[in-house]
């Protein structure tokens, strides 16, 4: 199937008409990276790169809804990212109200619901705000799950979900030998979704960068060269045919 998918020249349509449909990731998660390489390239300041990489999260969150991806969840900005220049973090904590204020239509029409995950207690009010609206206007939709993981770090989740298991236990007077990796993922951010089933990142960088670190243990990793604001439709497809053409066998054998 992979090797007929790249094989033909008719472009994403063709591509997408030949992807299973009974085989469609539930859970895609994606490091978008390169925004400020792609601005470089085209002598623009960083905070152009990062513009026209909101405009594809708008595209790709379309066509995930379209494919019938139940969750997206998009690294938009990590606990680590604060040791950038204030200018360009002081843009980054703008961008999701452009975001909501231009896309929340085309949200609502496609029946998104907006979850964001990450420590929300140290993002600017005006941050704090527009994504808790959007969270609560888009709370009765029941299509893709669009997760935004922002001040987010997988490290730090791990250690605040085991920090919240063993007080549980603890309530519980029980010990350390009950805790379970169970009860740890009941207290992670992401508890109410299934883990992602394909991880991409863009832009040629082959590591995870502190992303979802418990969740991926069985994810299957796509990594592109095209940098995140050239991300399309037919590179989602492509993943996703990628995606279909391996085998997962988590650990075991198949008989």
Request: hydrophobic share 40%; glycine share 6%; with cysteine.
């Amino acid at each position: 199937m992979f090797n007929k998918l790249f094989n033909n020249n008719n472009g994403s349509d063709d591509i997408e008409s030949q992807l299973s449909k009974e085989n469609i990731p539930k859970h895609i998660a994606i490091i978008m990276d390169g925004n400020g390489r792609w601005a470089n390239k085209r002598f623009l300041p960083r905070i152009a790169g990062h513009k026209e990489g909101m405009n594809t999260v708008k595209k790709i969150t379309t066509s995930a809804s379209k494919l019938g991806v139940e969750v997206l969840t998009l690294y938009a900005f990590s606990t680590e990212n604060w040791k950038r220049p204030d200018e360009e973090v002081q843009f980054l904590m703008k961008l999701p109200v452009d975001f909501f204020e231009t896309f929340m239509p085309d949200l609502m029409k496609e029946n998104v619901r907006v979850h964001v995950m990450g420590y929300h207690d140290v993002l600017p009010k005006h941050t704090q705000k527009v994504i808790t609206d959007a969270m609560d206007k888009t709370k009765n939709n029941t299509g893709l799950v669009l997760n935004f993981a922002l001040n987010y770090g997988g490290r730090a989740e791990i250690v605040s979900a085991t920090q919240a298991a063993m007080r549980e236990l603890l309530a519980q007077e029980l010990t350390p030998d009950d805790l379970t990796e169970e009860l740890i993922t009941k207290h992670l951010m992401t508890h109410t979704f299934p883990d992602p089933d394909l991880l991409i990142r863009t832009s040629g960088e082959m590591r995870v960068s502190n992303f979802m670190l418990w969740q991926i243990a069985y994810s299957e990793f796509y990594f592109v060269e095209k940098h995140w604001p050239d991300f399309s439709h037919q590179d989602l497809c492509e993943a996703i045919a990628t995606y279909q053409n391996r085998t997962r066998r988590f650990g075991g054998i198949l008989k």
